[in-house]
């Protein structure tokens, strides 16, 4: 392990835009301590440089953005398709979820769920006759394309997917099977 001089931890935790306190608080140890590591002028034990060495290092992680890990392109369908239609482009492409566009804007989703409680409700011949729009949920939550992973993280804890957007365009979509590849 190569040890980081006290101008280079401090300048990679300016590059992540951390202060010292935010990464005195990551590394449990006081703002007092990380600001005389940087200024050179006390002797860290191995292990606090350990912890600044750590917390920096998850902080250059989290600058993956929307951009790098989207899905694209993104399959979709309109409130007027048929049910059958976003049944037959999940099953091929072996998903759950669709956003639904109107004229490329991002207006609600239909899953496999809502598709199920519809079934259940209304009998199978009824919900395969239907339309989109009658079972359409709240959409996904947008992010640009610089949105921090940390972000996305959080949205997807409370949606199925996330859509990233750009200048009002549809760019890609992020599932909670693209944030898990990346621990492959």
């Known amino acids: 392990m190569e040890i980081p001089t006290p101008a280079e931890l ?18 449990g140890i006081s703002q007092s301590m990380v600001a005389r590591i940087e200024a050179g002028s006390v002797d860290p034990r191995v292990s606090t440089l350990a912890k600044i060495v750590e917390v920096l290092q ?14 694209a392109p993104v ?7 048929p049910v059958s239609r976003a049944v037959e ?22 899953s496999e769920s809502a598709i199920m409680n519809a079934m259940e409700k209304g009998g ?10 009658d079972y359409m949920e709240p959409g996904f939550p947008t992010v ?8 996305i993280v959080h949205l997807l804890h409370h949606s199925h997917a996330v859509i990233v957007l750009d200048k009002g365009e ?12 990346l621990i492959t």
């Not at 992680?61 to 890990?69: D, G, K, L």
């Not at 549809?170 to 590849?181: A, E, M, N, Y």
């Open 10 to 27: 401090r300048e990679k935790r300016i590059r992540m835009g951390l202060k010292q306190a935010d990464v005195a608080r990551m590394a």
């Open 58 to 71: 998850a902080a250059e992680h989290s600058e993956i953005t929307a951009s790098e890990v989207m899905s």
């Open 75 to 81: 399959y979709s369908v309109a409130p007027d398709d």
């Open 89 to 110: 482009i999940m099953s091929q492409n072996s998903i759950s979820q669709l956003p639904v566009l109107e004229n490329g804007v991002p207006i609600g989703c239909i």
């Open 124 to 133: 199978f011949h009824q919900t395969h006759r239907r339309l989109v729009q």
């Open 144 to 151: 640009p394309p610089t949105a921090p992973i940390d972000t």
């Open 170 to 181: 549809v760019q890609g979509v992020i599932t909670k099977h693209d944030l898990i590849s």
